[in-house]
């Protein structure tokens, strides 16, 4: 076993204290102040007060810790763990029992950020029933503090029933990746006559519960009409600027990945280069001898 010193996730104590105030927010002469934890209606709030908020998938531990140690309000389990992670193609393939463990892996590590666990694809379609039931299993053996699912009103009975059994809904509107087939494939939703679609499945999740509503691949002035229009959040992936928050997969945004990335895309870092690189220097030292030196020998 190594012994090299790991960082361990935040004790239950510490990331309990309740935002804005509470028995455990209040600081003790000697420690530093209390983490407030983002629930849902904190993101109302910030959009009531005319403040931004971000979010970022997140599928592990250190990424977890990094982005909630960021600031990153919300961190999103998403089912793009399947073409991220799991090396599938789509998002389509990922199971229920593939997406757990990574939402617990994400829950365990963050001390603040709201951490949202995705409804893989056939997970919830079929009744609100079905739906209900997985989402439970999210927030049980996920941790998972909210869950997402795919769908305008045709999707309102299985918010209306989460909501109604405790679990806080985020809904996905506009291009929805999961039926990229039934959609003909990846283009923008809601250019034309189809607006008045993306407006009414915006109010119709708003009105079936949801507390939040991930808008991708819609035009930025209906976005924008979507964010004047609602009470709830709105979250864009490529909606232009007038959404209340914003969210990018983790591994486009800071450059892990490489190819053509979506128009609405912008890379922050270039991890890729830096872990080549490292990779390569690696390679090279172990194969002329120079890695193990002398200081890293017992
Ligand atoms: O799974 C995911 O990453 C998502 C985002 C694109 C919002 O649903």
Redesign the pocket.
């Known amino acids: 076993m190594s012994d090299f010193p790991r960082t361990t996730p935040a004790s239950p104590a510490e990331e309990t204290a309740p935002y804005g105030g509470g028995p455990t927010a209040t600081p003790t002469s000697a420690g530093p102040a209390p983490i407030k934890r983002i629930r849902t209606q904190h993101l109302r709030e910030m959009k009531q007060r005319g403040e931004r908020f971000s979010m970022l ?1 997140s599928y592990d531990q250190l990424t977890a810790q990094i982005f909630d140690e960021a600031g990153i309000e919300v961190l ?1 389990v ?3 763990a399947s073409n991220n992670v799991l090396g599938n193609a789509t ?1 389509l393939p990922i199971t229920v029992d593939e997406l757990i463990p990574l939402t617990r892996a994400v829950s365990s590590s963050v001390r603040r950020a709201l951490v949202v666990g ?1 409804l893989p694809f056939g997970s919830y379609q079929a009744s609100p029933e079905q739906g209900y039931l997985t989402a439970a299993r999210f927030m049980k053996e996920g941790g998972a503090h909210c869950v ?1 699912l795919e769908g305008g009103v045709e999707m309102a009975p299985q918010i209306e029933l989460m909501t109604r059994g405790g679990i806080p809904v985020m809904a ?1 509107i506009g291009f929805t ?1 999961q039926s990229e087939h039934a959609l003909g494939g990846y283009r923008v939703q809601g250019r034309g006559d189809t607006a008045e679609r993306i407006l009414r499945d915006a109010h119709a999740v708003q009105e079936a519960g949801a507390f939040a509503v ?1 808008m ?1 691949m819609v035009p930025g002035d209906v976005a924008a009409k979507v964010t004047a229009e609602l009470d709830i959040p709105t979250i864009g ?1 490529g909606a232009g600027n007038q959404c209340d928050g914003q ?1 990018l ?1 983790w591994q486009d945004a800071f450059g892990l990945r490489s190819g053509r990335l979506p128009r609405f895309v912008k890379q922050y870092a270039d991890l890729r280069s830096v872990l080549l690189d490292g990779a390569r220097a690696y390679d090279a030292e172990v194969k002329s001898g120079a890695f193990p030196a002398e200081e890293h020998t017992f």
């Open positions: 998938t999103l998403g089912d793009s998002s995705d997402k996905h990746p991930v991708e992936i969210v997969v």
